[in-house]
């Protein structure tokens, strides 16, 4: 079963970067594209960015040019650089298949808190 791992979230304040890994177990980086999710308290998931086979990549409106989705299939991993932060990014953010409808299991997300 695949197994994916998010890493590198903590506790930032406003204007400031965090960069996130995500390092997933089998091949699916090879046949999917892949995609990084949050999830904030109280509100539903939603989907960040995304990222095709191609590395053609795709943003939500809030945090176009402020995140960038790279992949590196050779490594299993796909990353997030999150520049420029605000509070209202505060959530737990995960990595997972893109689509949504066709994700794996998902992992246990890491945590970024963007406070003063």
Not at 19 to 41: K, N, T
Not at 49 to 54: E, G
Not at 68 to 78: C, E, G, H, P, Y
Not at 90 to 102: G, H, L
């Amino acid at each position: 079963q695949v197994q994916l791992v998010e890493s590198g979230g903590g506790l930032v304040q406003p204007g400031g970067s965090l960069r996130l890994s995500c390092a997933a177990s089998g091949s699916i980086f090879s046949i999917y594209a892949m995609g990084w999710y949050r999830q904030a308290p109280g509100k539903q998931r939603e989907l960040v960015a995304s990222i095709t086979r191609a590395l053609r990549t795709n943003y939500a409106d809030s945090v176009k040019g402020r995140f960038t989705i790279s992949r590196d299939n050779a490594k299993n991993t796909v990353y997030l650089q999150m520049n420029s932060l605000k509070p209202e990014d505060t959530a737990i953010y995960y990595c997972n298949i893109f689509p949504s409808t066709i994700a794996t299991k998902w992992g246990q997300g890491t945590q970024v808190t963007v406070s003063s």
